[in-house]
Every structure is written in C-alpha cells, then in structure tokens.
C-alpha cells in the first residue's frame, strides 16, 4: 500500500489542493488501485508558503501543481507498482 496524502489546509486548498486531489482520484480510477494506493486529506503540513504541500511514500514536495502531481504519480507510484506510466 502506498500512501498519497495532499495537505488540505487553507493556503493549500486555496492554492489547487482539490484539483489535484480530483486529478490523483483520477488516476487510481483509471488503473483500479483503490487496493494499492491510499489518497487522504492530512491538514496543515507546515510548509504553507510553498505551495500545494503532498507526501507520497514518506517523501514530501511542496509547490505541487496538477502537472507535478501527474509526474509524481507516475514516478512514484505507478512505477513502483509495476505500471506502463506512459498510458496514463
Ligand atoms: S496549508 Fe498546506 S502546508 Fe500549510
């Protein structure tokens, strides 16, 4: 199980948050990983001036927007997992 988790605090959701929540539900829809990836919430990550704040796997990256969380989502995640990234 790999764990995904987008800060949903309020500099992080006014910053595009949701979107890329929406965009990662997205992704686990389409490759059916509701069994191998968990997507949470997690509030205020301490990192408010940088961004949209994520943690995939126990690494934290700030300034994430829907294109880098697509990025990280492949590299991250499908990759390991064992998926042809290139089709998502
Ligand atoms: S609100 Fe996301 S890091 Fe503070």
């Not at 199980?1 to 979107?19: D, E, L």
């Not at 968990?38 to 408010?48: N, S, T």
């Not at 990759?79 to 042809?84: A, Q």
Request: charge should be negative; charged fraction near 20%.
């Amino acid at each position: 199980m790999i764990t995904v988790s987008v800060c949903v605090g309020s500099s992080c959701h006014i910053k595009g948050a949701p979107q890329i929540i929406e965009r990662l539900q997205q992704f686990i829809a389409s490759y059916d990983l509701w069994n191998q990836v968990e997507l949470k919430g997690v509030f205020c990550m301490e990192r408010c001036t940088q961004g949209v704040t994520i943690e995939i796997g126990g690494e934290v990256f700030s300034a994430v927007d829907v294109v880098a969380a697509e990025e990280l989502f492949r590299t991250m995640v499908l990759v390991p997992l064992g998926f042809d990234s290139s089709e998502a």
